[in-house]
Protein backbone atom coordinates (compact mmCIF):
# COMPACT_ATOMS: atom_id res chain seq x y z
CA UNK A 1 0.00 0.00 0.00
CA UNK A 2 1.86 3.55 -1.22
CA UNK A 3 -0.16 6.72 -0.90
CA UNK A 4 2.02 9.80 -2.51
CA UNK A 5 0.64 13.51 -2.45
CA UNK A 6 1.78 16.39 -4.49
CA UNK A 7 0.85 19.26 -5.75
CA UNK A 8 1.61 21.66 -3.18
CA UNK A 9 3.50 24.97 -2.88
CA UNK A 10 2.81 28.71 -2.29
CA UNK A 11 -0.38 30.50 -3.08
CA UNK A 12 -2.10 34.03 -2.10
CA UNK A 13 -4.49 34.28 -0.20
CA UNK A 14 -8.17 33.62 -2.20
CA UNK A 15 -5.69 31.66 -4.38
CA UNK A 16 -6.59 27.81 -5.60
CA UNK A 17 -3.87 25.08 -5.43
CA UNK A 18 -5.05 21.23 -6.30
CA UNK A 19 -3.50 18.51 -4.33
CA UNK A 20 -3.11 14.70 -6.33
CA UNK A 21 -3.23 11.41 -4.18
CA UNK A 22 -1.69 8.54 -5.94
CA UNK A 23 -2.96 5.17 -4.60
CA UNK A 24 -1.30 2.12 -4.92
CA UNK A 25 -1.31 -1.02 -3.96
CA UNK A 26 -5.12 -1.35 -3.08
CA UNK A 27 -8.54 -0.52 -4.79
CA UNK A 28 -10.38 2.76 -4.19
CA UNK A 29 -13.49 1.14 -4.86
CA UNK A 30 -13.20 -0.86 -1.42
CA UNK A 31 -11.44 1.74 0.56
CA UNK A 32 -12.13 5.47 1.02
CA UNK A 33 -9.29 8.39 1.18
CA UNK A 34 -8.77 11.42 3.44
CA UNK A 35 -6.97 14.43 3.38
CA UNK A 36 -5.43 15.44 6.23
CA UNK A 37 -3.84 18.90 7.61
CA UNK A 38 -1.06 19.38 10.15
CA UNK A 39 -0.20 22.88 11.06
CA UNK A 40 2.83 23.82 13.20
CA UNK A 41 1.79 23.78 16.77
CA UNK A 42 -1.67 22.28 15.88
CA UNK A 43 -3.10 18.57 16.08
CA UNK A 44 -3.15 16.82 12.68
CA UNK A 45 -7.21 16.99 12.12
CA UNK A 46 -9.12 16.18 8.83
CA UNK A 47 -9.78 18.25 6.02
CA UNK A 48 -11.78 16.30 3.46
CA UNK A 49 -12.79 12.18 2.70
CA UNK A 50 -14.39 10.32 0.12
CA UNK A 51 -15.73 7.08 0.83
CA UNK A 52 -15.29 3.88 -0.97
CA UNK A 53 -18.26 2.40 -2.73
CA UNK A 54 -20.54 5.73 -2.38
CA UNK A 55 -18.33 8.43 -3.21
CA UNK A 56 -19.88 10.64 -0.44
CA UNK A 57 -17.77 12.83 0.76
CA UNK A 58 -17.49 15.13 4.10
CA UNK A 59 -15.43 18.57 5.00
CA UNK A 60 -14.43 20.20 7.73
CA UNK A 61 -16.61 22.94 8.69
CA UNK A 62 -13.31 25.11 7.99
CA UNK A 63 -13.20 24.34 4.72
CA UNK A 64 -16.80 23.56 3.59
CA UNK A 65 -17.40 25.76 0.53
CA UNK A 66 -14.38 26.25 -0.10
CA UNK A 67 -12.09 22.27 -1.14
CA UNK A 68 -13.67 19.64 -3.15
CA UNK A 69 -12.64 16.16 -2.97
CA UNK A 70 -12.81 14.38 -6.26
CA UNK A 71 -11.55 10.99 -7.44
CA UNK A 72 -10.79 9.35 -10.58
CA UNK A 73 -10.93 5.56 -9.64
CA UNK A 74 -9.71 4.29 -13.50
CA UNK A 75 -5.98 5.94 -12.49
CA UNK A 76 -6.78 5.71 -9.02
CA UNK A 77 -6.26 9.28 -8.11
CA UNK A 78 -7.55 11.32 -5.41
CA UNK A 79 -7.68 15.48 -5.85
CA UNK A 80 -8.56 18.02 -3.46
CA UNK A 81 -9.57 20.90 -4.88
CA UNK A 82 -8.60 24.00 -2.66
CA UNK A 83 -9.96 27.38 -3.76
CA UNK A 84 -9.80 30.72 -1.90
CA UNK A 85 -7.26 30.20 0.46
CA UNK A 86 -6.43 31.69 3.41
CA UNK A 87 -3.63 32.17 5.32
CA UNK A 88 -4.50 29.67 8.15
CA UNK A 89 -4.99 26.83 5.51
CA UNK A 90 -1.20 26.65 5.35
CA UNK A 91 -0.17 23.17 6.58
CA UNK A 92 1.18 20.07 5.43
CA UNK A 93 -1.23 17.98 3.91
CA UNK A 94 -1.42 14.37 4.00
CA UNK A 95 -3.59 12.29 2.17
CA UNK A 96 -4.14 8.89 3.95
CA UNK A 97 -6.55 5.62 4.48
CA UNK A 98 -6.87 2.28 6.61
CA UNK A 99 -8.64 -0.88 5.56
CA UNK A 100 -10.90 -0.61 8.86
CA UNK A 101 -11.93 2.42 9.42
CA UNK A 102 -13.53 4.31 7.01
CA UNK A 103 -11.30 8.05 6.86
CA UNK A 104 -14.77 10.25 7.11
CA UNK A 105 -14.66 8.77 10.28
CA UNK A 106 -12.34 11.11 11.28
CA UNK A 107 -13.40 13.97 9.13
CA UNK A 108 -16.74 14.10 10.87
CA UNK A 109 -14.96 13.70 14.35
CA UNK A 110 -16.13 10.15 15.14
CA UNK A 111 -12.51 8.82 15.49
CA UNK A 112 -9.11 10.23 15.72
CA UNK A 113 -6.91 10.89 12.95
CA UNK A 114 -4.14 7.87 14.28
CA UNK A 115 -6.76 5.59 13.38
CA UNK A 116 -5.46 5.68 9.90
CA UNK A 117 -2.90 3.07 9.10
CA UNK A 118 -1.29 4.29 5.85
CA UNK A 119 -0.43 7.63 5.11
CA UNK A 120 1.58 9.30 2.07
CA UNK A 121 4.57 11.64 2.82
CA UNK A 122 2.86 14.99 2.84
CA UNK A 123 3.29 18.17 0.49
CA UNK A 124 3.42 21.50 2.17
CA UNK A 125 1.10 23.89 1.30
CA UNK A 126 1.75 27.72 2.48
CA UNK A 127 -0.89 30.64 1.64
CA UNK A 128 0.77 33.91 1.84
CA UNK A 129 1.01 37.11 0.19
Known amino acids: VQLQASGGGLAQPGGSLRLSCRASGFDLDYHGIGWFREAPGKEREGVSC????????SYADSVQGRFTISRDRAKNLVYLQMNSLKPEDTAVYYC???????????????????????WGQGTQVTVSS
Open 50 to 57: ISSSSGST
Open 96 to 118: ATDFETDPCAVVRGMKRYYAMDF
